[in-house]
C-alpha cells in the first residue's frame, strides 16, 4: 500500500509538471540515446618500421587502447573520458604532429611499447624543445588529468604537455636509437624514474610540483644524464646514475624547493 501511494504521488507531479509547461512531453523521448555515447576506440594495424602508421582521427571516445602503430592525426582534437593505454610492443605517436588531446584519467604504456606525447618548437639559443615532424613551428596542446605510468616501456617522449598527477616510469630502453627527452612538462605530483636504460636521457626545462626520485638509471652512449633548469617543489633524488649526471644541458641550474640528494646534491642553484 506504501507502495502504491508514492507512486500514484510521483505520477500526480508529473503530470501537473507537463500540464504546467515547465516539463514538455518529449523530455524523456529527448534524453541522449546509449547508442550515441562515446565508445572504447582500439587503434590496430600500422608498421612502424617503415613509417606507415594507422591515424587516430579527432573525436571523444570512453577511451583509447593502441594495439598496433598508431599516430595521432596532424591537427586532430582528441577528448578521451577515460584512460589511454598503449599495449605491449605498440606505439603511440602524439608527438609528429600538432594536436589538441585532454585525457580524463590516466596514460599508461606497456612493455617495449613507445609513447610519445607533444611538441614545440626549440627556443632561441637552445634545444630544448622538440619541434613537431609535421609542422616544426606548431605545438600541441595535451593535458592527461591523472597519471602517466609505463613499466619496460622502450622509448618516452614527454614534451611540453600538462600531467596533474605523476609521471613513473620503470625499467625500459635499449640503449640504442631510444632517447628518451623529458622537457618543458608541467606535471602536478611527482616524477619518478627507476632502472631505465635508454639511449639518453634528459630531464629538462620541467615544473614539477612534487618531488623528483631517478634511481639506477644508465645510458650507453658515453653521454651524461641531464638534469637541467628544472623547477621542482619538493626534492630532486638521484642515486646510481650511469655513466654520470650533470645540469649543463641548458647552462641553467634547477630550482629545488626541499633538498638536493645524491649525484644531483650540486645541481641546484
Same mark, same amino acid.
Given at each position: ?7 500514484? +504521488? #510521483?505520477?500526480?507531479? !508529473?503530470?501537473? &509538471?507537463?500540464? $504546467?509547461?515547465? /516539463? =514538455?512531453?518529449?523530455?524523456? @523521448? ?58 605491449? +610492443? #605498440?606505439?603511440?605517436? !602524439?608527438?609528429? &604532429?600538432?594536436? $589538441?588531446?585532454? /585525457? =580524463?584519467?590516466?596514460?599508461? @604504456? ?160
Amino acid at each position: 500500500m506504501k507502495f502504491r501511494i508514492l507512486f500514484g +504521488g #510521483a505520477m500526480m507531479v !508529473a503530470s501537473a &509538471a507537463v500540464a $504546467t509547461g515547465l /516539463v =514538455g512531453p518529449t523530455a524523456i @523521448a529527448s534524453a541522449q540515446p546509449v547508442s550515441t555515447w562515446p565508445r572504447a576506440y582500439t587503434c590496430t594495424g600500422g608498421d612502424f618500421a617503415s613509417g606507415n602508421l594507422t591515424s587516430i582521427p579527432s573525436g571523444t571516445y570512453a577511451s583509447i587502447t593502441v594495439r598496433g602503430a598508431c599516430a595521432v592525426a596532424p591537427g586532430a582534437v582528441i577528448t578521451v573520458l577515460g584512460n589511454v593505454s598503449v599495449a605491449r +610492443g #605498440a606505439v603511440l605517436d !602524439a608527438q609528429s &604532429a600538432p594536436s $589538441t588531446i585532454r /585525457v =580524463g584519467h590516466d596514460v599508461t @604504456a606497456a612493455q617495449g611499447s613507445l609513447l610519445g606525447l607533444g611538441c614545440l618548437p626549440n627556443p632561441a639559443g637552445h634545444m630544448t624543445g622538440h619541434p613537431c615532424t609535421v609542422d616544426p613551428t606548431g605545438s600541441s596542446d595535451i593535458t592527461v588529468n591523472g597519471n602517466i605510468f609505463g613499466t619496460g616501456v622502450n622509448t618516452v617522449l614527454l614534451n611540453g604537455i600538462r600531467v596533474k598527477g605523476s609521471v613513473t616510469l620503470i625499467g625500459g630502453g635499449e640503449q640504442t636509437g631510444n632517447p628518451w627527452p623529458i622537457k618543458t612538462n608541467t606535471i602536478g605530483g611527482n616524477v619518478t624514474i627507476v632502472g631505465a636504460t635508454p639511449e639518453w636521457f634528459g630531464l629538462v626545462v620541467n615544473k614539477i610540483r612534487g618531488n623528483v626520485i631517478l634511481f639506477d638509471d644508465t645510458i650507453a652512449t658515453g653521454e651524461t644524464i641531464q638534469v637541467s633548469t628544472n623547477t621542482i617543489g619538493r626534492n630532486l633524488v638521484c642515486w646510481g646514475l650511469a655513466p654520470a649526471v650533470s645540469g649543463g644541458f641548458s647552462g641553467v641550474p634547477n630550482v629545488v624547493g626541499g633538498q638536493a640528494l645524491g649525484q644531483c646534491a650540486n645541481l641546484p642553484d
